[in-house]
């Protein structure tokens, strides 16, 4: 069996997944020198179709057949792969993965090299055919959007003055303001903060928690279904227990609340001021604390000091904006950022790098503005007011009245606004939209800019996932990983399969007082017991390689848009509510304004066939029941 080759080598506790992978091929060899049972695909048609369990007299007959089927039905990709490694991979070469992954997982020697050089190229992704001839009015978020934020230097300001405020006017004791330095990778978009319990979950888009940590903490398996194995679809949409990190401003809480949860738990008795804290109220106390950063002025005031700092380059928005406003277009600015701060991160996005050389040049960019918007309410709210914002000194005056006159008269006197509501957006674009699906919002924030613009006003919706060009160029170089993890798959189904029926076989016999007692019955035990060993020896590579292919994304989340082989509850959002997705705004110049982004098709089980384990197993079974016809057996 697998196990006594690794074990008479010397290599069972120290296996990697070569030596593990050469074991199992040394047991399907094992298969083929014992004296067998016949297995799937014997010449006897009528057993393959036969929907009732085997006839006894069939085990009869089987026994006196000295022609045997040399083991399960693999599938000839399955048999060629483990014929490949017996024939072509030496124990020399058991350390050495790059010759062993050219041998097995490429046909042709240009393969690893276009996979190792392949990387996103900035693809705009359609979920809902989008026709831009369609749009009249194309609108843009500002923070995360527009502009790209580096995490090391903008996050780590929320941070600290959190901390501070936590400290001073919250009662935790200044020891927190030691904890260890904020790790902008420790956490990604899509997880959920249960507010209850002091947890961080991630899950699929069945709702199954699929990673969990408690505070600072990783949840073994067994807790882990002990608290979410029960849990519904309605407990995890219920916002007074449950927190969504669905934007990237949300990563410094979600990092601050586990480092907290934990310190709490550590030394709740040592420190008064938290003793009674309870996770809920730890949490309420960071985002007060983080909001208190952005309405006090620390975060942003630090920005505007040296934009260059905290926001990215990124010299083709300017380019991208010009082009839709050629097009013919209302192109808009929507962003809960107030009027002094957005202005100087427009100019900092138009090149305007140093304070004396700020200009309102950039409001030329769009035909309308509208700051401190206060998203969602901004898309729910019809009642909300608006006001005018005077450029030159940030004075802010009544314009309700200004909406009986024509938007013409109204934008003449000045584009730029403060809060208001939907209606009031609708009002300035009246003269060129008339239906909610004429307009297209971009943004970054899936609950605020896509959700709610589409379910409330039919907007259609484009995502910014900045993570994205590390997911794709991941999920490219890991081709290799990809297809050896698929290839294991199908190994492990087809052999699922073989040991299901060698089990049918031994209860049909034990069932039989002319074979119980027979060496046929001990033959197919001894059978069974070393096919398990061998599925065995496959799941344990299979999940080794599971978690490394997803470590390679992140080392404790894993994929962004998968859990397992399934799609995360962030994936499934991304597809229901974005009609189209890339990794930043600029790669909307890389196509052109008036495109008709199509989109893929929806592919069900069945409608990818020869793909499934049973359509696999089906058609190896056929094809070895004709080879054995041909054969004469």
Not at 226 to 245: L, R, T
Not at 302 to 314: L, M, T
Not at 317 to 343: A, H, P, Q
Not at 482 to 491: A, D, G, M, P, V
Request: aromatic share 10%; proline share 4%.
């Amino acid at each position: 069996s697998s196990m006594q080759i690794l074990d008479s080598l010397g290599l069972y506790k120290t296996s990697t997944w070569p030596t593990l992978l050469l074991a199992c091929v040394a047991g399907v060899s094992a298969y083929q020198s014992i004296p067998r049972f016949p297995g799937p695909g014997v010449s006897r048609v009528a057993t393959c179709g036969q929907r009732t369990p085997l006839h006894l007299k069939h085990l009869r007959d089987f026994s006196s057949d000295s022609r045997r089927f040399s083991g399960p039905s693999l599938s000839k990709k399955s048999m060629q792969r483990w014929k490949e490694i017996r024939t072509g991979v030496s124990m020399m070469q058991i350390n050495d993965k790059t010759e062993i992954e050219k041998k097995l997982l490429y046909d042709d020697e240009n393969s690893l090299e276009n996979a190792k050089f392949q990387s996103y190229q900035g693809e705009i992704f359609c979920n809902r055919a989008l026709n831009m001839k369609r749009i009249r009015a194309i609108g843009f978020d500002m923070d995360y959007t527009l502009a790209q934020y580096i995490p090391e230097t903008f996050e780590i300001l929320a941070i600290h003055g959190a901390l501070e405020k936590l400290v001073k006017h919250m009662g935790y004791p200044e020891e927190i303001l030691r904890l260890p330095e904020y790790d902008p990778n420790m956490f990604q978009r899509g997880l959920i903060i249960d507010k209850e319990r002091g947890n961080i979950i991630k899950m699929d888009r069945h709702h199954y928690v699929k990673v969990a940590f408690h505070g600072m903490r990783a949840m073994e398996k067994e807790e882990r279904l002990a608290v979410y194995g029960g849990q519904s679809q309605k407990d995890f949409s219920d916002s007074e227990n449950f927190a969504n990190i669905d934007t990237l401003f949300s990563l410094p809480d979600a990092f601050m609340y586990s480092q907290l949860v934990t310190f709490v738990d550590d030394n709740r008795e040592k420190f008064p001021g938290i003793k009674s804290k309870t996770y809920k109220q730890i949490y309420k106390d960071v985002r007060r604390s983080v909001d208190l950063c952005h309405r006090d002025g620390v975060i942003k005031d630090k920005v505007a000091q040296d934009p260059g700092i905290y926001i990215q380059s990124e010299p083709g928005i300017v380019d991208m904006l010009r082009r839709y406003r050629r097009s013919g277009r209302k192109v808009f600015l929507l962003t809960n950022s107030l009027w002094d701060y957005t202005n100087v991160v427009m100019n900092f996005i138009s090149g305007n790098r140093k304070k004396e050389d700020y200009t309102l040049d950039w409001l030329s960019l769009f035909d309308l503005v509208i700051v401190g918007a206060n998203k969602p309410a901004f898309l729910e709210n019809g009642k909300l007011p608006i006001f005018r914002v005077h450029t030159e000194d940030g004075r802010l005056s009544n314009l309700e009245n200004a909406l009986f006159d024509p938007p013409s008269q109204t934008l003449q006197e000045g584009k730029v606004f403060q809060g208001g509501n939907f209606n009031h957006l609708h009002y300035f674009m009246k003269d060129t939209v008339s239906a909610g699906e004429q307009v297209m919002y971009v943004g970054d924030h899936m609950f605020s800019d896509v959700i709610r613009g589409k379910r409330s006003l039919g907007w259609r919706t484009a995502l910014v996932v900045p993570e994205l060009e590390h997911e794709v160029d991941v999920m490219l170089r890991e081709k290799i990983r990809s297809k050896r993890i698929q290839e294991l798959r199908e190994l492990r189904d087809e052999l699922d399969e073989w040991v299901d029926r060698l089990s049918l076989l031994l209860v049909s016999c034990d069932e039989d007082e002319a074979c119980a007692l027979t060496e046929r019955r001990e033959s197919i035990a001894s059978e069974l017991a070393k096919a398990k060993e061998e599925i065995r020896t496959v799941k344990a590579v299979y999940a080794e390689e599971l978690l490394m292919y997803h470590s390679a994304f992140h080392p404790v989340w894993g994929q962004m848009f998968k859990v397992g082989y399934q799609n995360s509850r962030f994936a499934q959002q991304v597809e229901n509510y974005a009609c189209l997705y890339t990794s930043k705004v600029s790669n909307l110049c890389l196509v052109s304004p008036e495109m008709n982004h199509r989109t893929q098709m929806d592919l069900m089980p069945h409608d990818q066939l020869e793909e499934t384990p049973i359509r696999r197993i089906l058609r190896a079974r056929a094809r070895n029941i004709v080879e054995s016809l041909e054969s004469g057996e």
